[in-house]
Nanobody, 123 residues
Framework: QVQLVESGGGLVQPGGSLRLSCAAS????????TGWFRQAPGKEREFVGA????????EYADFVKGRFSISRDNAKNTVYLQMNNLRPEDTAVYYC????????????????WGQGTQVTVSS
């Protein structure tokens, strides 16, 4: 059984940066697409971005384009979410998720999820 563990969250001031990591263990391999999602209090979980297993196909939500970027290191079974120019509205629990095949934006298509890491953007 695969396990996904997010790390790197924390408190940051507006305009600051954080890099989240999503480390996979267990049933591994580099044929998985990985998505990042977030959920703010009282809101539904929403798509942030995703990367395919080769790292040559990425998608981002409009609200993070130009600020966030996703990369992966298959040798380390780790996917990264670099977040720059953070805003208070980016405050949420960030989750990584994994699925076989192509990337999608639909949470229901990802069977494997991490426990989430809190990101708080506040002065």
């Amino acid at each position: 059984q695969v396990q996904l563990v997010e790390s790197g969250g924390g408190l940051v001031q507006p305009g600051g940066s954080l890099r989240l990591s999503c480390a996979a263990s267990g049933r591994s391999g580099n044929i998985y697409a990985t998505g990042w999602f977030r959920q703010a209090p009282g809101k539904e979980r929403e798509f942030v971005g995703a990367i395919n297993w080769r790292g040559d196909n990425l998608e981002y939500a409009d609200f993070v384009k130009g600020r966030f970027s996703i990369s992966r290191d298959n040798a380390k079974n780790t996917v990264y979410l670099q977040m720059n120019n953070l805003r208070p509205e980016d405050t949420a629990v960030y989750y990584c998720a994994r699925r076989l095949g192509i990337i999608t934006r639909d949470t229901d298509t990802y069977p494997d999820w991490g426990q989430g890491t809190q990101v708080t953007v506040s002065s």
